[in-house]
């Protein structure tokens, strides 16, 4: 029968000897304290009555409270006198602050963090309690994203998206980047619907749809003006607005656009572009046909079809405008409009006059012959193409030119296409944005809109925009640098890829091994951008494999102190297309060497280009053969060396010419010029065939009867481009 730990148990007689090494009842207590063991665990404590019942127990040699046990004999702890009691058991920190009266033993924090992961896993993975509801996220993922912001878009530990790329096989950090596939994988492993996205849809919107044929209102046509150079079209369309525009043009040539509108008594509009006839201006002349509804071509009576008259034909054509050609001059004694139209038939143009749909009109820009007629002719023409465009919206247009004003900072020409533009508006072209501050029309006079198809100069723009870039409004200040600073990063990594300049590295590396390229570094300064862009062009088309220009800035404005300090580092020349440089500038530059070339047509500066370029070609080396001299004899004189006796067998030997000796029809040796050529014991300069003579090289003595000496001379010729 077992009792319980607080009854009292009933006495009786002992049963079991006492423990052994035990010698008198007072020692055994102590011997009890010394001997102390490891704290109990929490599990296992026991009342402190039942542990006084069991060492009862045991002394009296009954078991536990199991049953009764033989006693175990204690071990007595051997000490010297005086000297404090040893401790036993592990040492932990609980113990040493809690001394050795301590019963508790506290978990460790490492162990508290363990536990609390294991019940946040749980609650996660539904395993334990309720079952946590997953929030299903729509995670937007554009063309590249790193772990981590991966991770905040799904409201994920990005330790979780690791171990998940870990049981996938790829070791990733929280900083490394995933392509768009591998994080719409990831996101929806994770249970998560994605929608993908572009860095280059920032652009979406920034052009709208095309507008309802209900909102629209008829507008004026844009006429385009191209022909060849000096055929008269900026004097045709000074007749046209009454206006001497030409007198002002350097060299009395168009060198860029210009963008006019002409108001007719009866209250219609027509909107003129003027572009240059130069080649060089190919690209202007592509970009007004591109923008212009209807194409004027001037063709010369008395000077007909030329290259840039075709040219014009064929960008009309592919912007699929319409053509009416204005054949002028017809006041001069040798016009001849009638070889006119058959050196056109040649190039498609068939005129109504032989059943095709071309209109001619004769005109006279000098004697304002025919001008009624032109108008007419456009005027028809734009009733039939049925122009319209809505002016209750926000305006989109196109950049025509572009140019840096000192006075009134960037300033662009803008063609409104569409829409009203407004001052104050605030803007984007291209790479370029800012607010409208004015708006300028071609008689330099400030009006408060543009209507569609108005031609005006907008002036607030943070910098001047490249010719041929859409120009369009905005809603905020954001929008607009959201915008330019994605076409930035555009313009910058085509730039600088290899790739986007249609070479690769490869490529690159096997010119730069086969053929050293020599380069002209140049720094092009014009009045308008679209000057200094056909500039640009023209110089590249002069490079060939051995030499190039390199242009190292282009821009439209003056010359300024930091492009003289960019020059010097380049050490590059300057070249100035219609602007001058400041005083500050000039004076700077002729300090530091840097050279300053101004010119105001462009011919003058790619003839230019073009003759230091050709300098800079190696010469072509040219062999002439003068004649062959057998030797027939070798003597040995003192002083002098081994001479050979010879005798002219073609042509002649002179003297001062290159020699070379040949033995056996192969060449032993190249040698310099023929110093000494005898004839007897006279010194003379030429030995005709059949004569024998004297010859003596100071630096070969190795001839011998048989040789055969060439000589020739050498011409160097210049080459150019």
Request: aromatic letters at 2%.
């Amino acid at each position: 029968m077992r009792y319980s730990a607080l009854a009292p148990r009933p006495a009786g007689p002992r049963t079991g000897g006492a423990p052994r090494g035990a010698a008198s009842a007072p020692s055994a207590p102590e011997i009890t304290k010394t001997t102390r063991s490891a704290p109990p665990r929490a599990t296992d404590r026991r009342p402190a009555a039942a542990v006084d019942d069991d060492d009862g127990a045991r002394r009296r040699g009954g078991g536990g409270p199991g049953g009764p046990k033989k006693a175990e004999p204690a071990k007595a702890v051997s000490r010297g006198k005086g000297e404090p009691k040893r401790r036993e058991g592990r040492l932990t920190i609980q113990v040493a602050a809690g001394g050795e009266g301590s019963d508790d033993r506290m978990r460790s924090l490492a162990s508290v963090r363990r536990a609390r992961e294991r019940e946040r896993e749980k609650r996660a993975r539904g395993l334990g309690g309720q079952e946590t509801p997953r929030v299903i996220r729509e995670v937007v993922i554009p063309d590249a994203i790193t772990v981590q912001d991966l991770a905040q878009r799904m409201a994920t530990r990005g330790v979780d998206v690791i171990k998940f790329m870990m049981r996938q096989g790829a070791m990733m950090t929280i900083n490394d980047v995933l392509d768009a596939d591998t994080a719409e994988l990831i996101a929806t492993e994770f249970g998560h619907s994605v929608k993908r996205v572009s860095e280059s849809d920032v652009e979406t919107g920034f052009i709208s749809e095309e507008d309802r044929v209900e909102d629209t209102v008829p507008r004026p046509p844009v006429v385009a003006v191209m022909g060849h150079v000096d055929h008269g079209k900026t004097s045709l369309l000074d007749a046209l607005r009454a206006t001497d525009v030409a007198t002002g043009e350097h060299g009395g040539i168009t060198q860029h656009i210009g963008a006019y509108q002409v108001r007719l008594p009866d209250g219609e509009r027509v909107t003129f572009l003027d572009t240059p006839g130069h080649a060089a201006f190919s690209a202007m002349r592509a970009r007004g046909a591109n923008v212009t509804d209807i194409v004027v071509l001037v063709v010369a009576a008395d000077d007909g079809v030329m290259p840039q008259t075709i040219e014009a034909i064929h960008h009309a054509r592919a912007a699929n405008a319409p053509i009416i050609v204005a054949i002028n001059k017809i006041d001069k004694a040798d016009a001849d409009p009638t070889r006119v139209i058959n050196e056109l038939l040649s190039h498609e143009i068939v005129v109504e006059s032989l059943g095709g749909e071309t209109q001619v009109v004769e005109v006279s820009a000098t004697k304002r012959l025919g001008l009624d007629e032109l108008l007419e002719a456009i005027l028809l023409q734009s009733e039939v193409m049925d122009l319209r465009a809505n002016p209750s919206r926000s305006a989109e247009g196109v950049v025509i030119e572009s140019k840096l004003d000192k006075g009134r900072g960037p300033v662009a020409t803008v063609l409104v296409k569409r829409g009203t533009l407004k001052r104050g508006d605030i803007v984007v072209a291209g790479a370029a944005w800012g607010r409208v501050r004015a708006l300028i029309n071609e008689r330099d006079e400030q009006i408060a809109e543009a209507e569609p198809s108005t031609p005006v100069e907008v002036l607030g723009l943070d910098q001047t925009p490249d010719p041929g870039e859409t120009l369009a409004v905005v809603e905020n200040e954001a929008r607009a640098r959201e915008l330019t600073e994605y076409r930035e990063r555009l313009k910058r990594d085509k730039a600088v890829s290899p790739i986007a300049a249609g070479a690769s590295l490869a490529d690159m590396m096997a010119k730069l091994q086969t053929k050293k390229v020599s380069e002209l570094p140049i720094i092009i300064k014009a009045d308008v951008q679209g000057s200094a862009e056909a500039i640009v062009g023209a110089l590249e088309k002069l490079g060939t494999d051995e030499v190039r220009a390199r242009i190292i800035h282009s821009a439209a404005g003056a010359i300024t102190e930091s492009d003289v300090l960019l020059a010097k580092g380049a050490g590059c020349s300057i070249l100035g297309f219609n602007v001058r440089a400041s005083r500050q500038a000039r004076d700077l530059a002729e300090r530091e060497g840097v050279e300053i070339r101004y010119y105001a047509i462009i011919y003058d500066l790619i003839d230019d280009i073009k003759g230091v370029m050709s300098g800079m070609l190696a010469p072509i080396q040219r062999e002439t053969f003068l004649g062959n001299a057998e030797v027939q004899q070798t003597f040995d004189i003192t002083k002098i060396g081994r001479v050979a006796g010879c005798k002219v067998v073609e042509g002649v030997v002179r003297k001062g010419a290159k020699v070379r000796i040949i033995r056996n029809d192969v060449v032993i040796q190249e040698m310099g010029t023929l110093q000494t050529l005898k004839r007897f014991k006279d010194e003379v300069n030429e030995v005709q065939v059949g004569q024998e003579c004297g010859m003596a090289f100071q630096n070969f003595q190795d001839l011998k009867a048989g040789d055969f000496i060439e000589c020739f001379t050498v011409e160097t010729i210049q080459r150019t481009l």
